[in-house]
């Protein structure tokens, strides 16, 4: 029967970029374990991994609809350089503190003289992920 909503799922993983480019893995760790169906992943890979047994390897692409969405031009936005600590770079994640104590990540975007682009897309938002994964247990 596999692997069905509500299931309990152990699986390794290595998540990777089109090109090939690996941005994450398990192997190395403990597995990555989640309930199916409660949205502790991202739709794409719930979706793939249905109907999988213990020892089951697949390898498949999740379109960024179904994994962190499209990167979103509202999500970035422009802040006085002077409010950013004097040695950040350009890639650099920082947090970016709310008034009502929340806070986001924010990966710096461009850094000019005067003003820089702040950028609060997912990391892996509008790109498709390709990833391998091994079943290693179902409850």
Same mark, same amino acid.
């Given at each position: 029967m596999g692997i069905k909503s509500g299931d309990k799922v152990k699986v390794h993983y290595t998540g990777m970029f089109e090109d090939g480019?690996?941005?994450? *893995? *398990?192997?190395?760790?403990?597995?990555?374990?989640?309930?199916?169906?409660? /949205?502790?992943? +991202?739709?794409?890979?719930?979706?793939?991994?249905? /109907? $999988?047994?213990?020892g089951d390897k697949k390898r498949f692409t999740i379109p960024y609809e179904k994994a962190y969405g499209p990167a979103r031009d509202d999500?970035?936005? #422009?802040?006085?350089? #002077?409010?950013?600590? =004097?040695?950040?770079?350009?890639?650099?994640?920082? @947090? %970016?503190?709310?008034?009502?104590?929340?806070?986001?990540? %924010?990966?710096? =975007?461009? $850094? /000019? !003289?005067?003003?820089?682009?702040? !950028?609060?897309?997912?990391?892996?938002?509008?790109?498709?992920? %390709?990833?391998?994964?091994? +079943?290693? @247990? +179902? *409850?």
């Amino acid at each position: 029967m596999g692997i069905k909503s509500g299931d309990k799922v152990k699986v390794h993983y290595t998540g990777m970029f089109e090109d090939g480019q690996v941005f994450d *893995s *398990s192997y190395g760790r403990q597995p990555l374990e989640f309930v199916v169906g409660a /949205g502790q992943v +991202i739709p794409g890979f719930e979706e793939e991994i249905l /109907g $999988l047994e213990v020892g089951d390897k697949k390898r498949f692409t999740i379109p960024y609809e179904k994994a962190y969405g499209p990167a979103r031009d509202d999500l970035k936005f #422009s802040v006085q350089r #002077s409010v950013l600590p =004097e040695d950040v770079n350009v890639g650099d994640l920082l @947090e %970016v503190h709310q008034p009502d104590g929340n806070f986001f990540v %924010v990966r710096v =975007e461009e $850094l /000019g !003289d005067e003003v820089a682009i702040l !950028d609060a897309n997912h990391p892996l938002a509008g790109k498709n992920l %390709v990833f391998e994964v091994e +079943i290693i @247990e +179902i *409850s």
